[in-house]
């Protein structure tokens, strides 16, 4: 049973250009959620999509959208880069009506603006 | 609005000894609270979760949390530390439910374990 994957793994962008992530939910998931964690510190919630929707949304600019797809999977498009954009881009997956199952979080996206 | 604070930025202990990582928690509603652990250029792997079921909580190799509402902390420790605990520990809290609701993240924990 695959978990959540994430593509690519790594990426470098110069400023202002444009990046999409990927990311495919573990197999039975329906709620994708991103996060950012920058160097050294903790993950950061982007934004969260249920029925190709985003339900919920953190503190950042409308730079960062997404997208959902009917199979569940999930992009995380960022315009406009700066290099305060580099991170690590985690997706996470989770069954909405599963109780408090919890998240299963993908190995991320290491993005590195120049 | 939620908060999470890991208090200790670095932690360092030998091999055999006991491992306490601390978290203490902001909620205004009865929390969700979990322990994540990162390896080196890897995700987050869940090492437990609490979900207002009992207070001492039993995760993933040998890791165990107890939820204290009076004190708002939700402290890891493991026995007997093993040279494979070394990474990164992140404790987090969720706005809303175990599924749905946003985690909101520490700064984490590095454990190093010396020989």
């Known amino acids: 049973d695959a978990g959540v994957t994430q593509s690519p793994t790594h990426l470098i962008k110069t400023r202002g250009q444009q990046v999409t992530l990927r990311c495919s939910p573990k197999?039975?998931?329906?709620?994708v959620s991103w996060y950012q964690q920058a160097l050294g510190q903790g993950p950061q919630f982007i934004f969260q999509?249920?029925?190709?929707?985003?339900?919920q949304r953190g503190n950042f600019p409308d730079r960062f959208s997404g997208h959902q797809f009917p199979n569940y999977s999930s992009e995380l498009n960022v315009n406009a880069l700066l290099l305060g954009d580099s991170a690590l881009y985690l997706c996470?997956?989770?069954?909405?009506?599963?109780?408090?199952?919890?998240?299963?979080f993908g190995s991320g996206t290491r993005l590195t603006v120049v | 609005a939620q908060s999470v604070t890991q208090l200790g930025s670095h932690v360092s202990v030998s091999e055999g000894a006991l491992v306490l990582l601390r978290c203490n928690y902001s909620s205004s509603v009865p929390p969700y609270l979990f322990w994540y652990v990162q390896y080196p250029n890897q995700g987050l792997q869940l090492l437990l979760k609490y979900t207002s079921a009992a207070t001492l909580v039993k995760g993933i190799n040998g890791f165990e949390a107890e939820f204290k509402k009076s004190e708002t902390s939700f402290h890891l420790t493991k026995p007997s530390a093993h040279m494979s605990d070394a990474a990164e520990y992140f404790c987090?809290?969720?706005?809303?439910?175990?599924?749905?609701?946003?985690?909101?993240f520490g700064q984490g924990t590095t454990l190093q374990v010396k020989p």
């Open positions: 987090a809290v969720s706005h809303g439910s175990g599924n749905t609701g946003k985690l909101i």
């Open positions: 999509y249920y029925e190709e929707e985003e339900r």
């Open positions: 197999s039975g998931h329906d709620t």
């Open positions: 996470a997956s989770s069954l909405r009506s599963g109780g408090a199952g919890g998240y299963t």
